[in-house]
């Protein structure tokens, strides 16, 4: 078993961490091509800004991130001809991105009209009867109406005007409630005698028809003298004076 190197061990650890480099310096390709090949297109073109030396043996990465994205797309093509794949790879990106937006904007308008259709086609509640709008077409007096799906505000205003209509008419069906009272056709300010109401009378029954022992409680009427009796004045038996 052969013990790595150094140089082997810090290529490893550089692999790993490809991502969190921005400049290689000076270093040879030959040194820095196993990290240059773990780093993603848009990293190596960075790295290559910093490190220019290195853009003239990269067309070997460059190829390979060709066949790895756009494969399917230039398996038709002749690909013999190519001398700059980082060239070739960015058209190849642009060419994409371009596809994907017409498809996206096709996408994107086909779903419009579905939901225009939808708009078209979809089921609308009325709120009202349509056959109160052809009556009052014809003239005739129509109270609004609601619909299970009208809120309480609507409902509480139908009923309102109902009952003004009710009243309109000046015949009222049925009291509203137990305390209502119908408006009164006397002139305000004006008053009416309001007759009395008869008290109403005790009726004792006879002292004789009374059990025993109810006779010695009610109270005995006390017998008042006889009034005496006076002669009676004849005005032709009267004396003359002479």
């Known amino acids: 078993m052969t013990v ?38 848009d990293h190596l073109i960075r ?31 002749d690909t013999s001809n190519i001398q700059d794949w980082r060239r070739a790879y960015e058209d190849f990106k642009k060419r994409r991105n371009a596809q994907y937006n ?35 077409k014809r003239g005739r007096t129509v109270l609004p109406t609601y619909t299970p799906t009208s809120s309480l505000m609507n409902r509480a205003k139908c009923d ?13 069906n049925k009291p509203l409630s137990s305390t209502f009272r119908f408006p009164s056709s006397r002139p305000t300010g004006t008053t ?6 008869p008290q109403a009378s005790v009726i004792r029954p006879p002292v004789s028809k009374l059990r025993p022992e109810k006779q010695n409680v009610l109270p005995k009427r006390q017998s008042s ?8 004045h004849n005005p032709t038996s009267a004396p003359r004076i002479p």
């Not at 309102?160 to 009222?172: H, I, L, T, V």
């Not at 009416?192 to 109401?197: G, S």
């Open 4 to 41: 790595p190197s150094l140089q082997d061990l810090c290529v490893k650890v550089a692999q790993r961490y490809v991502q969190d480099i921005e400049d290689l310096g000076d270093h040879p390709f030959s040194l820095v091509e196993p990290i240059l090949a773990c780093a993603r297109p």
């Open 160 to 172: 309102f005007m109902k009952k003004a209509s009710m009243y309109r008419q000046g015949k009222p």
């Open 225 to 232: 003298p006889p009034r005496p009796v006076l002669p009676r």
């Open 192 to 197: 009416c005698p309001v007759p009395a109401t």
């Open 47 to 77: 790295l290559e800004q910093n490190s220019p030396h290195l853009r003239d043996d990269t067309q070997g990465l460059w190829k390979v991130h060709v066949y790895r994205e756009f494969g399917l797309d230039i398996t038709d093509q």
């Open 102 to 136: 017409l498809a996206s904007k096709k996408l994107r308008s086909a779903y419009t009209k579905l939901e225009q259709n939808k708009q078209h086609k979809r089921i609308v509640s009325l709120e009202f009867d349509p056959k109160s709008i052809q009556q009052r």
